[in-house]
T-cell receptor
Framework: GIQVEQSPPDLILQEGANSTLRCNFS?????LQWFHQNPWGQLINLFY???GTKQNGRLSATTVATERYSLLYISSSQTTDSGVYFC?????????????FGKGTLLTVNP | DTEVTQTPKHLVMGMTNKKSLKCEQH?????MYWYKQKAKKPPELMFV???????INESVPSRFSPECPNSSLLNLHLHALQPEDSALYLC??????????????FGPGTRLTVL
């Protein structure tokens, strides 16, 4: 099956700093999602981005499908941005249901 | 409304108990999923229902029994669980797995503790 790798595994920032999270995937995808898991366990949808660039407020994401990676940018970080960020992908050659998650990036934003 | 609801939020059960987790969505989605998430790990797929039929069982032990009574509801029946089954159980739904757009939306989860 598809492999999804995220980096860095951990990231500590001061409030107001910018950051870039990376997601590499091993095969072509027809679904790529970024999630933020809050301390209570809720997975919040950030982006559905199998290709191209999207922006939502302080967050933006870019997926370069031909090079098999996606980037999540967080600007002017806030303490509420803390939590685990997951990238997850569906292999276009496999089941359309099976979302494979990376191991996540644990982000801590200090005041 | 992109909401998936799950009940209960927390559940503590003994190894001989029978309990059920419930999941509901009113987005008209035709695929529903159960995931299991252990601490500090990513979610792992357990089951997928598509158009109310079981499509994927990721070799889950029979002590977990899924049920999809209708297109809006998904249950997970639990029986004779082991302490290692303690985890966060997440439900998700997506619009139409046959289409090119198949974004999954997750519920808040049920945190299960097996004593």
């Amino acid at each position: 099956g598809i492999q999804v790798e995220q980096s860095p595994p951990d990231l500590i920032l001061q409030e107001g700093a910018n950051s870039t999270l990376r997601c590499n995937f091993s095969d072509s995808v027809n679904n790529l999602q970024w999630f933020h898991q809050n301390p209570w366990g809720q997975l919040i949808n950030l982006f559905y981005i199998p290709s191209g660039t999207k922006q939502n407020g302080r967050l933006s994401a870019t997926t370069v499908a031909t090079e098999r990676y996606s980037l999540l940018y967080i600007s002017s970080s806030q303490t509420t941005d803390s939590g685990v960020y997951f990238c997850a992908a569906v292999n276009s050659g496999g089941s359309n249901y099976k979302l494979t998650f990376g191991k996540g990036t644990l982000l801590t934003v200090n005041p | 409304d992109t909401e998936v609801t799950q009940t209960p939020k927390h559940l503590v059960m003994g190894m001989t108990n029978k309990k059920s987790l419930k999941c509901e969505q009113h987005m008209g989605h035709r695929a529903m999923y159960w995931y299991k998430q252990k601490a500090k790990k990513p979610p792992e797929l357990m089951f997928v229902y598509s158009y109310e039929k079981l499509s994927i069982n990721e070799s889950v032990p029979s002590r977990f029994s899924p049920e999809c009574p209708n297109s809006s509801l998904l249950n997970l029946h639990l029986h004779a669980l082991q302490p290692e089954d303690s985890a966060l159980y997440l439900c998700a739904s997506s619009q139409d797995p046959g289409s090119s757009y198949n974004e999954q939306f997750f519920g808040p989860g049920t945190r299960l503790t097996v004593l």
